[in-house]
């Protein structure tokens, strides 16, 4: 059975930084997409940054040049390093891995990690 795992969420202040982690496990052959959703009160969930195998990313706008995601695809983990961080990013943090096949020809499977809260003080 699969399982996404985060930590490093907590409280900071404004213009701090902080850094989340996410480690897949279970049996899983490859992951084609690894990334991190949020979602605030009262809004829907969002993608925050992507990473393929191949190391491409992506980022939404408002958080580009701030937010850094890498991977480690050896390990199936994903980290998002997030500085000057805004009040604006206080969300529940999600890790996602898409396209997961837990074998060779495996169909691929969509992953959710439980969540973790990032909240940031003014």
């Known amino acids: 059975q699969v399982q996404l795992v985060e930590s490093g969420g907590g409280l900071v202040q404004a213009g701090g930084s902080l850094r989340l982690s996410c480690a897949a496990s279970?049996?899983?052959?490859?992951?084609?997409?690894m990334g991190w959703y949020r979602q605030a009160p009262g809004k829907q969930r969002e993608l925050v940054a992507s990473?393929?195998?191949?190391?491409?990313?992506n980022y939404a706008d408002s958080v580009k040049g701030r937010f850094t995601i890498s991977r480690d695809n050896a390990k199936n983990t994903v980290h998002l390093q997030m500085n000057s961080l805004k009040p604006e990013d206080t969300a529940v943090y999600y890790c996602?891995?898409?396209?997961?096949?837990?074998?060779?020809?495996?169909?691929?499977?969509?992953?959710w990690g439980q969540g973790t809260q990032v909240t940031v003080s003014s």
């Open positions: 996602n891995a898409g396209g997961l096949r837990l074998y060779f020809g495996s169909k691929t499977t969509n992953y």
């Open positions: 279970g049996s899983i052959f490859s992951i084609d997409s």
């Open positions: 990473i393929n195998s191949g190391g491409s990313t």
